[in-house]
Structures are given as C-alpha cells and as structure tokens.
C-alpha cells in the first residue's frame, strides 16, 4: 500500500471539510482513514467474497492520490444515508407549483452536499398575462432572485453554500434582463450563469442577421432581435463580471445518449455535465502527473486504474442515498459516471513542455482518447458482468454500434477545485495558475499556496522557495513554464475543444485572461469554442470581480481582493 503524502494545505482542507469529528466537534479520523471508510464503503456493492479485495484496490488508488472521487462521495460515503453525487440538473415548469416544487428538491441536495443546474427556458416572460390570477408575469429572472436567496439561506453539509447553474435560451424574450442580471456584483452570487445558444443564433450572428425571440410556453414569434447586438451585450457583461457563459445545446443535444428521453436543457453548476431533468452524476479524476515515471506514461498503469475507478464510481450510483424520488429512478436507468482528469498541467511542466504548443495538443489527444477507450472498455466489461444500463435500447451508443455499456456517460472533465488540492495537483485540464497564490475556499479563509510542482522544482535546483517569483520561476523551468494568464486566448480554447472530442459529457474550463484584455477577446473566444466543438465556454478576466476564487499576491501598494465562495463546492 501506498504512503499517503500530502501538502499542508491538502491537510488543512481536509480538516476543516471531510474528517469525521464528535459531538463536540474533535476531528475523530485521519486522512488515511478517510479514504479507508470511504474505499469500504464503496465496495461494499461487491460479492461479500470480493469486498475485502476491492475495498484494497480503491483505498490503494485514492491513498497514492492518483485517483480522487468528488467532494460528497470523501464526506459521506460510509455514512448512514449519505448522499454521494457531485451534481443534478431539475426541472423548472412554467407555473407556480412547479417552480417552487423545484426549489424544495433544490433545498434538500443542497442541505445533502449537491449542486444543481436549471434551464428557466420554460417560464413565461415578464408582463405575459397570467389567465388565473388576470395578471401578469414577473418573468424567469424574478424567480431566479428566489432561487439564489433561497441558496443563500441553506448551506451544505452546513459548511458549505451551494452551487448552482443556471441556463436561459437565447431566444427567450427576457435574454437581455439574464444576460445583465449579474452585472451589478452584488445578487444572484450563489450562481453561475450561462446562455443556452442555438445554431439558429450561431448562423444568425456569423451571417449579421436577425433571429426569432420566442413565447416559450406558446412558440409565438414575440419579435425579431440582431443576434449581433445580443451577442455584444453577452460578451461586455461576461468581461465585466464573468459571466454569463455559453452552452451551445443544440450541439449538446446531437450527443445525447438517451435522446428518447427528451432533450438536456442545462448543465451542473461548472457546465462539465449535461444532464436531463432530475438526472444526477458522480464525478472522479485521474491525477495525471502520478502517471510519469523516468520522462513517460506509465499507460498500462493508467489503463489498469482506469478499469478500477469506472467500477468504483458505477458503485457509487447504487450507494448514494438521493434526496429526490425522481433523481435515483431516472439516474439508476441511465448510469451516467464521469471520470475525468487533473494534473495534466503538472504533467506538461514535469515533462518540459509548454501548455499550448503543438507538442501539448498531441499529448492531451493521446491521454484523453487513451481515457475514453479504456474507460468504455471497462463499461462494457462491466455490462457484460452486471447488464447494461437499463434505458440501453434505443440509445446513441446503440445506434452507433457499440457493444452494450453499464455507462450512458463514462467521461467528462471537471474543475477539481478542492479535490485537486488534496491531490497536490493542478486542477482539471487548466494551465497553472500562478507559481505562488492565494486560494479563497472555506467559507472565506484564504489559503497562500505555493504550486507543489513548482516548489518541488526549486527544491531540486537549490534555489530557496522563498526567491519565487514569476520571473524567477521562468529562469529555473524555462520554455515550460506557462502560467493561466500568459497562455494566449487561442490556446486555452483549442485544449478544451480536444478534450471535449474525447469526453461523453463536456468539459469544464475556464479561459483566463488578463485584466488588460477587451471584450472583442470574449467574444473571439466564445466564438472559438463553437467553431472548434466545445459544448460550452466560460472565461474570466482577472479582477474583473471583487472576490475571486485564486488570486496572485498583492504587490506592496496593492490591496489584497475581499475572499469569497468557491464556484463549485462538489467537484
């Protein structure tokens, strides 16, 4: 068995949000047995003769750090009723039971550790009449307001505000009032936003022409809009404040694998999973930089740990415990997993090679399809021994050709903002952010941290930690050394799109960019991910928000950013 090593900043982020503790709140559990409750837990699904077996393998993977579950599975699993599911997407119908019966399922994931995505598509626009009561509609944007104020009010776990994602069409005719309704910094901060775009409004926007706004509940043409004046208006909020982003859903749709089951219209709050109504998903990753020895991958270990964490998550679906009766009936005959990556920023670094060159792009096409076949091998083994996933028939992958899978989904990319420092590793497929940092999680406390790569790097030249800078980390590791910022636009882009060609689900990136750059940067960025195939596309100008996730040291005459929440708690 591996020895589990870990940075203090791993330590403190699991003391503070995953050990056990008693009634009088002493931590009770060590990191190591951690992973052991929740390795015993998920491998409790196995035959009582195979149990102490795999409880072995999964401790082995996750105590090595080369694989990590999401956050709900580290905090509850072994629990009594635990919920283990990073992220679900519910319904919102146009009337008031419906919507505030949503906001009640929303309250108990969020209570649970889960986050949520919504499409408020379905709400009729403001000043529609409402036959009923003889008066008119406050519009989707209104009850979004509720939503956020009621996510305020609950924290997950207790510890924890929730996350969330909300998408609205854009051809809805309230897009403008969405599109806006974060400009001002100050509500609606207990959510991601994104636009649902069309290929209608892709065409419409390359062509310079016009496109339908729609009564959502009737279909009626409401009034003709230039899709470049809605595009601008999205790109100058999105670079003064981050958002919204952009999720292309007829692109979503073409790859949905149960597509008799109607269409996915949002994503979970950091937009990696597209996800039908009431679906949920249990997200893993691979920490890539665990997977080089003497300068090159260690593959057959790689396949052979892949194999283990598709079956580990599988599990994880018959484990958890759902808040909502809807979510474990639609989630148990679809089987959606996600297993994704992190380090592979770390892996490049290790490897001498720029994030963003040529040589990075062949390297991320070889490890994420090598990823996607393995992990779709394993599913199939696994349907072979357990049966495929019960909504098999009439599926994409069916009609494609492929041999029955246990998965409807078995890959995607997630941020990992937490799980990744646990793992001493980059997060997701993102390029570093800064050699040394500040880290705004917990509720507020502000963690300085020092890249583990690159401390581990100063150490092996002699050079003290405390000589870091930008400048002198670009001296020790040369031509790879290529923080978030100085990546161009382009190159963000372009690794996402190749991830995402290898990846069931999508892929959760965001494009940093400096605080100098302009919003026609947003918008060649974001028509960049539709041109190359992304699902979706998020960015984020530095500064561009009072409190920001990470945040580089203040110089002298600065002062620090005001911390914040993080954006996704779950991943």
Known sequence: MAKLVL?????TVLEKRYLRRDENGKITETPEALFRR????VASLESKRDRPVWARRFAELMISRRFIPNTPTLINAGHSGGQLSACYVLPIEDSLDGIFDSLKDAAKIHQSGGGTGFSFSKIRPSGSLVRSTHGVASGPVSFLRIFDITTETIKQGGARRGANMAVLRIDHPDILDFIDCKRDQRSILNFNISVGATDEFMRALEEGSTYCL?????????REIAAKEVFARLTRAAWECGDPGMVFLDRINRMNPTPKLGEMESTNPC????LLPY????????????YLEEGKIHWKRLSKDIRIAVRFLDNVIDLNTYPVAQSRKITLRNRKIGLGVMGFADLLLMMDVPYGSGESYELAEKLMSFIEREARQASSELAKERGPFPNWKGSLWQRLGYPPLRNATVTTVAPTGTISIIAGASSGIEPIFSGVFYRNVLSGERLMEIHPTVEKAFSQSGIQVGELSEEGIGRVLGKAWSPAQQVPLEAH?????????????AVSKTVNLAEACTPEDVAQAYRLAYRLGCKGITIYRDRSRSSQVLEKPAAPAETPQDTGPESCPSC
């Open 38 to 41: 929740v390795a015993r837990a």
């Open 214 to 222: 729609r009564h959502p509940t009737t279909g009626e043409r409401v």
């Open 279 to 290: 679906e949920s998903c249990n997200l893993g990753s691979l920490n890539l930089s665990e």
């Open 493 to 505: 882009v372009r690794m996402q799109s190749i991830f995402q060609r290898h990846s069931d689900s």
């Open 7 to 11: 940075t203090q900043n791993a330590r």
């Open 271 to 274: 937009g990696e999973q597209p």
